[in-house]
């Protein structure tokens, strides 16, 4: 679709589901719907049986985090309409602690990405039948896909030969965290070679010789 054509779509589905939808934008040549949380169901609902979206695939469901937002964190999910040859991207925004809708009613194959956001950035979906961890451990601290997570982490594991099983234990660093610049050697010299004039903001090569 054109993006008059993403415009009229975006339309069609505001006016349908009122309430359910805050706002719509094209952007990148994909439409974009932004849905309260609580009304995340009844948009997918719609959005998967209307006869003019019809997208009956759900190809993602992620987190993304905003810490310096109120509403810190964004649940996207994008979907694939086979029939209309089209995508589109469904976008709630939750506070820190919020309850996302589950919409494993309507994909099912949403059970598994809800997990993993969940484990990611602990963003709970409420009506999820098996909300627990996906990808990191049963004892795992913390979300790792946070902005705020620690790189090191909290923990380290190891296998103790005299327990026989796997330990957890305070990271240990054998050196201090460093900052690396990643210069060339060749920065700052007086004289520049060839190819590295396009490093030179605002000089040419003619102006270099």
């Given amino acids: 679709m054109d993006e008059e054509a993403l415009i009229e779509h975006g339309e069609h589905i505001s006016s349908a589901l009122q309430d359910a939808v805050s706002r719509f934008e094209v952007v990148g040549g994909e439409l974009t719907i932004h849905v309260p949380h609580d009304r995340v169901e009844q948009a997918m609902t719609f959005l998967r049986d209307d006869g003019l979206c019809q997208y009956k695939s759900l ?21 694939l309409s086979m029939r209309q040859n089209q995508r589109i991207r469904v976008k709630t925004m939750l506070r820190d602690g919020e309850i996302a809708e589950t919409i494993t009613n309507v ?9 993993e956001t969940f484990d990611m950035y602990g963003i709970m979906f409420g009506g ?5 961890r996906i990808l ?22 190891r296998y103790d030969e005299e ?11 054998v050196q201090e965290m460093r900052t ?7 920065e700052g010299a007086k004289y520049v070679l060839p190819g590295d004039e396009k490093a030179v903001e605002g ?6 010789t």
């Fill in 136 to 157: 990191t451990d049963y004892g795992f601290r913390g979300y790792p896909l946070r902005k705020d997570f620690p790189v090191t982490g909290h923990v380290e594991v």
């Fill in 163 to 173: 327990a026989k099983r796997v330990v957890y234990e305070p990271v240990k660093l």
């Fill in 128 to 132: 999820h039948p098996d909300m627990r």
């Fill in 59 to 79: 190809i993602d469901l992620s987190g993304v985090d905003y810490p310096s937002r109120e509403k810190r964190f964004d649940v996207v999910y994008h979907m």
């Fill in 180 to 186: 690396f610049d990643f210069m060339s050697p060749w």
């Fill in 203 to 208: 000089k040419t090569p003619e102006k270099l």
């Fill in 107 to 115: 994909f099912p194959c949403a059970e598994w990405y809800e997990r």
